[in-house]
């Protein structure tokens, strides 16, 4: 069987340019630093946003809308944790994706419920179509962006890391041939879920999303059949990715809106 030439984007494309923009904003990259991000993650990018009241033709125009607004905050849906979304197309979309920005459009300084505008990408590395629609039910997008305790969140992950380690331990079935080809498979697949960062002065953010795609990379490898779980070894360890993975994407989730935050002071 060939293999097919259309591959995926890199992960998090919402969350770049959410801090990417943010840091900009706070003078801490060039307008081309953003861009060429960007560029890292599509060759073309397209933005298609509602008709009402809000038109984007290009990426630069995308910027500045995530600029000029009174509050964003980035969340990580996915079935059965909708991370404080409200019930509707946008929440099913980013759930389809696994990230929305949400952008509250009013001027800085409001605060409090609004209908906010809810951003998300779909693509490839060839192009990327960036999707801009706005929430039918208010949402307070300011408690959202600071609502999950990072450093609670960080402890978490250290001992989600162990955990994570002990479930691929314990995994019966095929491995790669040699302790060095799960090594190589496991740090291509960390790789793939990391966050390329603006300057910035937090390290607890990198340890979390350090600590967030190394356990992703972890599950990722157990639930794709990499290990050969059996079914019994599978209906144990199920419950326990699942909660990893809810884990990683909150803490993702944290890391990023509280560098957002740093930026926006």
């Not at 801090?19 to 861009?35: I, S």
Request: net charge negative; with cysteine; glycine share 8%.
């Amino acid at each position: 069987m060939t293999t097919s030439s259309i591959s995926t984007m890199r992960a998090w494309p919402v969350s770049a340019l959410a801090v990417w923009a943010a840091a900009r904003d706070a003078g801490r990259c060039a307008p081309d630093d953003v861009l060429h991000t960007l560029h890292d993650y599509a060759q073309a990018h397209e933005v298609d946003g509602p008709s009402d009241d809000v038109h984007t033709g290009d990426v630069l125009e995308l910027l500045d809308l995530v600029a000029a607004n009174a509050h964003v905050a980035v969340r990580m849906p996915a079935a059965g944790d909708a991370q404080g979304l409200p019930p509707g197309t946008v929440t099913d979309s980013a759930m389809t994706t696994g990230e929305i920005l949400l952008i509250d459009d009013r001027p800085a300084g409001s605060d409090g419920p609004a209908l906010a505008l809810g951003l998300i990408a779909r693509g490839t590395p060839e192009r990327c179509r960036w999707e801009l629609s706005r929430l039918t039910t208010a949402v307070a997008v300011d408690r959202l962006s600071s609502d999950l305790p990072l450093g609670e969140l960080e402890y978490d992950l250290r001992e989600a890391v162990g955990e994570a380690a002990q479930i691929i331990a314990g995994l019966s079935g095929a491995r790669p041939s040699t302790p060095a080809d799960l090594r190589d498979a496991l740090a291509a697949m960390t790789e793939a879920r990391r966050l390329d960062l603006p300057p910035h002065d937090n390290p607890r953010v990198d340890r979390v999303l350090a600590a967030a795609a190394q356990i992703d990379a972890i599950v990722q490898l157990a639930g794709v059949g990499t290990l050969g779980v059996s079914g019994a070894q599978s209906t144990v360890a199920d419950d326990r990715l699942r909660r990893l993975t809810s884990l990683t994407r909150t803490a993702r989730t944290a890391a990023i809106n509280t560098l957002i935050t740093d930026y926006r002071r």
